[in-house]
């Protein structure tokens, strides 16, 4: 999708920096060429050598390289470029940027571009919500600069909070939506995903739920996005970052989910990647339910809840042309997903097996099975976002045909 595309990619000194390797290695496997200048910081965390080997080109670290210059000036390095990439963006670089201060190569090559800028800050959850960085941060946005990330999680400073850069997918789909916009077959579809578990209350206090993480629900949602669709994602509580673009709809029990996605309108697209609670507690209490002294212990009654994908399925008139639903299994994966697809009234079933010993459920690789009316596909194992891309790549070749 980059073929022919030059990338400036500026690495700053932070510990994603190692993140910056497997990007450069990503780029070019879009076929874009990638050069790379490598900050006095940056070369503290991975060496000239790997970051050559990896791009295949020289590396540019200092600005006062004479041979360099004689070959090629920091100008002509930044014209040359078809986009400028930061990652990691540091609160230093960040700052430095926003003053366009010029000190060093990566600041010079910035400054004396006009070409679009992309940045992936990672730094500390307090810098990054430092008014300092907030206000940087602006200035740049203000200045045409395009931000990606950070994402929320476990720092390696061991604070968790906004601050981890963005994965290099995430990073790859950003340059493409920057460098080919033509890249976006679902521009004036609509989808809807569900995400993440539901939380049935038993009481003010207590709640039914499960371990489902979001993820695979939010990628689905931001690759959805990425290729152009005008994108609603209804989300239970979950710790993912709201993927940009994308409208959120934050819910907690299965009937608000079913409720949030009638309200939503109509759609050409639903894919329910949510974890919802088979069932809620029939009547929920008002108050704390109490220990009794005698030992004994309460019965909770249980209703079933309305099964979305079904509904949506199902729905009258208002059926998305396309509705894609999960079966998350522990044995038999695909004959149980070929009774769900039959079942649930679906087009598509992504069907996975979530044994504990696979550590799907809430971690970031998935193996899937695709069901279509064709037959059934078993994909590479491969990670999370990388699903969601093909899958929503898959989505958009389906509209194509049809
Ligand atoms: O029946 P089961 O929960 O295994 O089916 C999984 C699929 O059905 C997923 O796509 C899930 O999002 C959807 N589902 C739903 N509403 C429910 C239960 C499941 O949309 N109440």
């Given amino acids: 999708m980059l073929s022919g595309k030059r990338i400036l990619l500026i690495i700053g000194?932070?510990?994603?920096?190692?993140k910056s390797l497997d990007l450069i290695r990503r780029l070019r496997a879009q076929g874009a060429g990638v050069r790379c200048i490598l900050t006095a910081g940056g070369a503290q965390f991975v060496t000239p050598l790997s970051v050559a080997s990896l791009s295949g080109d020289k590396v540019y670290t200092e600005l006062f390289d004479l041979m360099n210059e004689a070959e090629m000036?920091?100008?002509?390095l930044s014209r040359d470029a078809d986009l400028l990439v930061v990652a990691p963006a540091t609160?230093?670089?960040?700052?430095?940027?926003a003053h366009g201060l010029?000190?060093?190569l990566a600041t010079t090559a910035l400054l004396a571009t006009d070409k679009p800028v992309l940045i992936a800050p990672a730094m500390n959850v307090r810098m990054w919500g430092h008014p300092a960085t907030r206000r940087n941060l602006a200035t740049l946005r203000g200045d045409g600069v395009t931000v990606i990330g950070p994402n929320e999680g476990e720092m390696a400073c061991g604070e968790y909070g906004p601050g981890r850069m963005a994965e290099p997918d995430?990073?790859?789909?950003a340059v493409t939506a920057m460098l080919a916009p033509t890249a976006r077959p679902l521009s004036g579809l609509r989808a809807l995903v569900t995400s993440g578990p539901t939380h049935e209350p038993i009481d003010p206090v207590r709640y039914i739920a499960n371990r489902s993480s979001g993820k695979q629900g939010h990628a689905i949602a931001a690759a959805l996005s990425a290729l152009g669709a005008e994108t609603v994602l209804v989300s239970g509580p979950v710790q993912e970052a709201p993927p940009s673009g994308v409208s959120v709809r934050k819910v907690e029990t299965a009937c608000d989910m079913l409720a949030?996605?009638?309200?939503?309108?109509?759609f050409d697209i639903a894919v329910c990647a949510a974890a919802v609670a088979d069932w809620r507690a029939e009547t929920p209490a008002s108050g704390k339910i109490k220990k009794r002294n005698d030992g004994s212990t309460p019965m909770l009654a249980l209703a079933e809840n309305p099964d979305i994908?079904?509904?949506?399925?199902?729905?009258?008139g208002m059926r998305p042309r396309l509705v894609v639903g999960f079966a998350a299994e522990t044995s038999d994966v695909v004959k149980y997903a070929k009774e769900k697809r039959a079942r649930k009234g679906c087009d598509w079933i992504v069907a996975n097996d979530v044994s504990p010993e696979t550590g799907i459920m809430g971690g970031d690789f998935n193996t899937v099975h695709l069901l279509t009316a064709d037959g059934v596909e078993d994909w590479q194992p491969m990670s999370k976002i990388e699903v969601?891309?093909?899958l929503a790549r898959r989505i958009a070749e389906h509209f194509v045909k049809s």
Wanted: aromatic letters at 2%; glycine letters at 10%.
């Fill in 13 to 18: 000194g932070g510990i994603a920096a190692y």
């Fill in 73 to 76: 000036g920091h100008i002509q």
């Fill in 91 to 97: 609160a230093d670089l960040m700052a430095r940027m």
């Fill in 102 to 104: 010029a000190d060093d």
């Fill in 170 to 173: 995430e990073i790859v789909s």
């Fill in 260 to 266: 949030a996605c009638k309200d939503a309108g109509r």
């Fill in 309 to 316: 994908l079904k509904t949506l399925s199902a729905a009258n």
């Fill in 388 to 390: 969601a891309r093909c």
